[in-house]
Each structure stands twice: as C-alpha cells, then as structure tokens.
T-cell receptor
Framework: EAQVTQNPRYLITVTGKKLTVTCSQNMNHEYMSWYRQDPGLGLRQIYY???????DKGDVPEGYKVSRKEKRNFPLILESPSPNQTSLYFC?????????????FGPGTRLTVT | DAKTTQPPSMDCAEGRAANLPCNHSTISGNEYVYWYRQIHSQGPQYIIH???NNETNEMASLIITEDRKSSTLILPHATLRDTAVYYC????????????????FGKGTLLTVNP
C-alpha cells in the first residue's frame, strides 16, 4: 500500500530537549516536504526536498532542521524545541512526474512542547 | 497564485449530493484547480484536479465554469465519512523550482454530512 508514515504520532516534550520526527514514504517519490498546521493559520510549509541531499527552506523554517540522506526518509529535527513549536506536523511526498500536485500526506504528528 | 474564496461551512444530508463552490476570479490560463480534503486532524487527501474541462473520478466530480472563474466540487452521494474540510487550491503546473511545488491551503469549507 502506497503510504507516508510518520513517527511518533504524539509527542510531549520539554523546552530544549532535542527531538526528531521521522517521515518515510514507499512510493519512490523525489519530492518530500514538511508542513505545520496551527489553528487559524492553516498549513504552512517548513522545509522541502527535491531529492537526496537537496533540501530548502519553506515559509517557516526557523527552529527546524531536515536531512535527506535516503530517498525514502525525510526526518524533521528540532534541536531546541520551544513552546511555539507546539503544533500538528505533516510530512508529504509526491513524484516530480505524473499527476500534477497529487501529494500524499502522512497521518500527522501532534507535538506539545512544555 | 490565484486566490480562492470558499464558504466557511456547508451542511449536507447523507445520501444527497454535496456541491462545494470555489471562486477563483483571478485565475490565469496556465493555472489548474485542485481539491483536497482533510478529515479531522488527519493528513490532507487529494481529491481531483482540472484545467478547463469537467473531470470525474471515483471520489468526486469537478465542474469548472467556461470562464474558469469558479468551480464546484460535487460529491454525488455524501456519506458521514465525507465530513471534512475541503480545500480548493489554484496552482500553476509544470513550473520549475522546489518552492513552486508547495501547496497553499486556505481556510477551506467545513462540510458536515448529517444523518
């Protein structure tokens, strides 16, 4: 089954404690992306990657890092989380060919930073 | 990207057709109309897209007006599981550059299907 998986699905942590949210897709997609969703602000893109070792900032990259060492994985790293990073996070992927803009989203990771 | 306008909420009776409108009066000739939906706190799900012609797939139909300034997503027989926020997105296809693949979600329409 074609899918994007994220782990963990729920995470409560404290300010400053480094964490990683993993994202993996099994569709051999070149493009992967991270979004955060906040009430009243909608979905905003954090980082994206066009392929292995190619990453770039989205609209709200401050406080986040990413890496793309393998095509299937695109982890989101918060090196020193702060309460304003409490949010619902989604990973997405798509091929750079085929149906335009059919992006596949993961189930989401709800992060709470206290 | 062309801006879209959708009603904030709509209701529909189970088994009836749900017609969700979207205005995109500033759409340009090379911009497609896409629809996604998000069931409560789940990841957004692609539904359908179109350029000029009406489109249909197993999930829905998309009707685009001749002047392309508005469109309607039709769920022919809505079920309770179709309760979700529906997003209409207008975007250029085929543009190069990674930032151009970003999806910009507005506030969407909360469709509530009632038993």
């Amino acid at each position: 089954e074609a899918q994007v998986t994220q782990n963990p699905r729920y995470l409560i942590t404290v300010t400053g404690k480094k964490l990683t949210v993993t994202c993996s897709q099994n569709m051999n997609h070149e493009y992967m992306s991270w979004y955060r969703q906040d009430p009243g602000l909608g979905l905003r893109q954090i980082y994206y990657s066009m392929n292995v070792e190619v990453t770039d900032k989205g609209d709200v990259p401050e406080g986040y890092k990413v890496s793309r060492k393998e095509k299937r994985n695109f982890p989101l790293i918060l090196e020193s989380p702060s309460p304003n990073q409490t949010s619902l996070y989604f990973c997405a992927s798509r091929t750079l060919a085929g149906v335009p803009y059919e992006q596949y989203f993961g189930p989401g990771t709800r992060l709470t930073v206290t | 990207d062309a801006k879209t306008t959708q009603p904030p909420s709509m209701d529909c009776a189970e088994g009836r057709a749900a017609n969700l409108p979207c205005n995109h009066s500033t759409i340009s000739g090379n911009e497609y109309v896409y629809w996604y939906r998000q069931i409560h706190s789940q990841g957004p799900q692609y539904i359908i897209h179109g350029l000029k012609n009406n489109e249909t797939n197993e999930m829905a139909s998309l009707i685009i007006t001749e002047d392309r300034k508005s469109s309607t997503l039709i769920l022919p027989h809505a079920t309770l599981r179709d309760t979700a926020v529906y997003y209409c997105i207008v975007r250029v296809v085929g543009s190069s550059g990674g930032s151009n693949y970003k999806l910009t979600f507005g506030k969407g329409t909360l469709l509530t299907v009632n038993p």
